[in-house]
């Protein structure tokens, strides 16, 4: 009796959230969540400013669609696969969320485009770096929005080989993320006829780089490549400056965010190159949604803020073209409208790549900078179709249908 009385309580719990999730659809209600990295290393580049962000998108919109108001949820998934795929399922079983955006932490990423593509929900990740998402791990609801490991490795380790840095040593995030990076900056490295002189992994969060960054010095490698990001990125760069490293070595960041570079302070960024999706003081439209992003956050906006704002806005744009939330509906539109806004110009391709152009630039030094966050020179731009893997390199079983 007592099994039978636990069957029909779990089938109860589980038909009300079903109800639920049906009644949000059934109301043309637009519900998007943002989870991202809220408190820990990469809460600064993608945090409360990717909910700013996503906010900013939805105000500028209109702040209803289909007749009814859209609604934003946010929650931190706190770097934790497992707790990001619950909170996941939870929004779209309970909550009748529509799409997720923001999932930084490429395990979180892959974790979170798995069960969207079981929920047969979208996924828009806007801050991490894994190609994956768009290989082996592709999904028809997914799409990979602001940047990507090729993207990012390619242009920085191709213009420091260009200027004479054969040699490298990486210190690489020990995880999906920054091996990703690594394999992808060396195989250009070795193809332009450099060469790896060693590797050191670093966990997530640590605080003290000193014994990776003097194996590194010890290789006397040319170039120094850090395959991390965020808060990791910040603290190896100014231990290096106070090893006094880059007196005789290169450093090359791969991911290094604007936000990143206020927090090393250009005395010891100076000189870095780097490539970005996206800089404030590029042009007037994006210095204007700048400030006022700025107004917000207190900070300028990282890649992810910017690339957040224009995921969310495409996906509003594909919405009110396909008069519903429909997933399979939604995604036809965004496939067949370009993506642009201040932001980016771009387009979608059938493995979920956003091929948009890229930017490779130096951090500026303390007495080129006119003011705060002044911090970048355009070296110059990567047109999308050789920022981004070829088409015809996608391990995606998608790119067997066109795009």
């Known amino acids: 009796m007592r099994r039978m009385t636990m069957g029909y309580i779990a089938a109860a719990v589980l038909a009300v959230a079903l109800t639920s999730a049906a009644k949000a659809a059934e109301n043309g209600l637009v519900k998007i969540g943002v989870l991202g990295d809220q408190s820990s290393a990469y809460a600064d580049l993608g945090g409360k400013g990717s909910v700013i962000a996503a906010q900013m998108a939805i105000d500028d919109f209109g702040k209803t669609l289909l007749g009814k108001p859209i609604e934003l949820v946010q929650a931190d998934h706190q770097n934790k696969p497992e707790v990001a795929a619950n909170i996941a399922r939870r929004w779209y079983d309970r909550e009748g969320v529509d799409m997720i955006t923001d999932l930084t932490n490429s395990a979180v990423a892959l974790a979170v485009q798995d069960v969207s593509k079981e929920k047969k929900k979208i996924d828009l990740v806007t801050s991490t770096a894994t190609t994956a998402l768009t290989n082996e791990k592709c999904s028809p609801y997914g799409v990979h929005w602001t940047f990507d490991a090729y993207a990012l490795s390619v242009g920085t380790a191709k213009a420091l080989v260009e200027r004479g840095g054969k040699s ?36 997530l969060n640590t605080t003290d780089f000193s014994s990776q960054l003097l194996a590194a010095k010890a290789s006397g490698a040319e170039v120094i490549g850090l395959a991390n990001s965020g808060a990791d990125t910040t603290n ?84 009110k073209a396909a008069g519903t939330t429909d997933a399979e509906a939604v995604m036809k539109k965004m496939r067949e409208m370009p993506v642009d806004d201040f932001a980016f110009k771009g387009k979608i391709r059938a493995d979920g790549t956003m091929v948009h152009d890229m930017y490779l630039v130096e951090v500026k030094t303390p007495a080129e900078s006119k003011r705060d966050w002044d911090f970048y020179k355009i070296i110059k731009t990567i047109p999308g179709d050789q920022a981004f893997a070829p088409a015809s390199e996608s391990k995606c079983p998608l790119m067997a249908k066109g795009g």
């Open 168 to 203: 490298w040593y990486f210190i690489t995030a020990d995880y999906t993320f920054g091996y990703n990076l690594e394999d992808n900056a060396t195989r250009v490295i070795k193809s332009m006829g450099g060469k790896i002189l060693g590797s050191s992994k670093a966990p």
């Open 236 to 319: 190896s760069v100014k231990q290096a400056a106070e090893f006094g490293i880059m007196k005789k070595q290169k450093l090359a960041a791969f991911l290094p965010f604007i936000t990143d570079v206020h927090a090393m302070g250009l005395d010891n960024a100076q000189g870095l190159i780097l490539t970005t999706a996206f800089y404030w003081d590029m042009d007037a439209a994006k210095r204007a949604w700048s400030e006022r992003f700025f107004k917000a956050n207190g900070t300028m906006p990282s890649m992810v803020h910017a690339g957040t704002y224009s995921a969310v806005m495409h996906y509003l744009k594909a919405v």
